[in-house]
């Protein structure tokens, strides 16, 4: 019960189908089961209803929201809803990630750019922006980003990449303008991972086989030759959000089996 009596925001409750679990189910899961009561923000309610089920059977307590973290509006009104279900934010973890149609410098289209910043980027900051106030008035809170092994190492996609970068710039922006009012921020930058997102999805645009993407994807792992899974970030988030990390703010911690630790 590491969150007993806390309620948190899971942006990205839902997932994309897949063989795997995603993050952000794992991580509203696992926060369910460690005493948090949540709102499970997503695009696609029907997903979040789906881990909302799941919550539910386990004996936690969530209820669920539909959101487009690009619509400011959405934002305010998400923020609006856990105050009036639950009467605070504790936590706000905000999962939300996109990649699709990413590519180099020179083919990447101005359009895919747009999508992906608004989404990866513009998305976290305004679901902080709008938790912010009544955690300010609370004088505690916690705000954990997950960004990505990308914004520090070398790939090939453009948008994915700068957007992730931004990301881990927002959280220090977050932590250092919000630690006199008692709130933390931090990000977890997860390497290659199993989720559905990463692997099926993957799969499907190339058509290839889901056992030759994830075998393609361990072999590049430092750390056993084998891809971490969403249960890996989901608990590098548990730990964050819990009164353990109360001295921790400001931190990009990798979660990654040993990615970050190449460069260099």
């Not at 307590?61 to 279900?85: M, N, P, Q």
């Not at 590519?103 to 998305?123: A, F, H, M, P, Y």
């Not at 930058?189 to 056992?211: E, F, I, K, N």
Request: glycine share 12%; net charge negative.
């Amino acid at each position: 019960m590491r969150l007993d009596g806390k309620v948190a925001i899971v942006v990205g409750a839902g997932q994309t189908p897949g063989e795997t679990i995603g993050n952000g189910r794992a991580t509203a899961l696992l926060f369910a089961r460690e005493g948090a009561r949540l709102v499970l923000a997503d695009r696609d309610l029907e997903s979040a209803r789906e881990t909302e089920r799941m919550i539910r059977e386990q004996g936690g307590e969530a209820v669920c929201f539909e959101a487009d973290v690009t619509s400011e509006a959405d934002c305010r009104d998400l923020a609006g809803c856990c105050v009036d279900t639950y009467g605070r934010i504790d936590v706000l973890h905000n999962n939300v990630g996109i990649g699709a149609g990413d590519t180099g410098v020179t083919q990447l289209s101005e359009e895919v750019w747009d999508r992906i910043l608004d989404v990866n980027l513009k998305g976290m900051w305004l679901t902080s922006k709008h938790v912010l106030p009544t955690m300010r008035q609370q004088r505690h809170g916690c705000i954990t980003n997950v960004s990505s092994a990308a914004a520090v190492a070398a790939v090939g996609l453009t948008a994915y990449k700068v957007s992730k970068a931004g990301v881990n710039a927002l959280t220090h922006a977050l932590a250092t303008g919000n630690a006199e009012y008692g709130i933390r921020a931090n990000a977890i930058l997860p390497g290659l991972m199993d989720t559905p997102m990463a692997v099926d999805a993957l799969a499907a645009v190339l058509g290839l086989d889901r056992s030759e993407v994830a075998a393609a994807r361990d072999s590049l792992v430092p750390l056993g030759h084998k891809m971490g899974t969403a249960w890996d970030v989901a608990h590098a988030a548990l730990f964050l959000a819990s009164d353990e990390a109360g001295f921790i703010t400001g931190a990009l911690l990798p979660v990654d089996g040993g990615q970050c630790a190449k460069i260099g």
